[in-house]
């Protein structure tokens, strides 16, 4: 499976309103534990990029960090203003 | 079906050795065509300020873009030395 499919897949959970979102998703395995974490200060980061080229409500990213053994995984999904 | 069930299913492609791997994926779901496609400038931008975390060889990032429909998703997988 594609991510692509992943992606339209999900489409169902949200609303039936045709909106415009952005999905972020920043994934990372670990050969060895331990190493600095660093995905939430690069998640901030990343969020800073994506405003240089849309308008993004802080109100309107939901932010997600999931954790198992050794693969982090964190998730930024974004609905755009309707005027963009 | 979470991102992370998803990340962790495609480890079965890559190589059996023991290496730390970086995923980043961007995905848009545009409610009408038309606007800027911003995803490849955005792309290099988050690379930019992923080499401020991890020293990334320029061979080891493969780079996808797919598009279907009113999606777009771009990928990013990088393999990381060892030493990280």
């Known amino acids: 499976m594609s991510f692509l499919d992943y992606f339209r897949s999900q489409r169902k959970r949200s609303a039936n309103v045709a909106k415009e979102r952005l999905q972020i998703v920043v994934a990372r395995e670990r050969a060895t534990r331990g190493g600095p974490d660093y995905l939430p200060e690069l998640q901030s980061e990343i969020l800073k990029v994506i405003r240089r080229y849309v308008e993004v409500d802080q ?11 050794d693969c982090e995984v964190l998730e930024l999904n974004i609905t755009l203003p309707d005027r963009h």
Chains 1, 2 share one sequence.
């Open 59 to 69: 109100d309107a990213v939901q932010i997600q960090l999931d954790r198992e053994g």
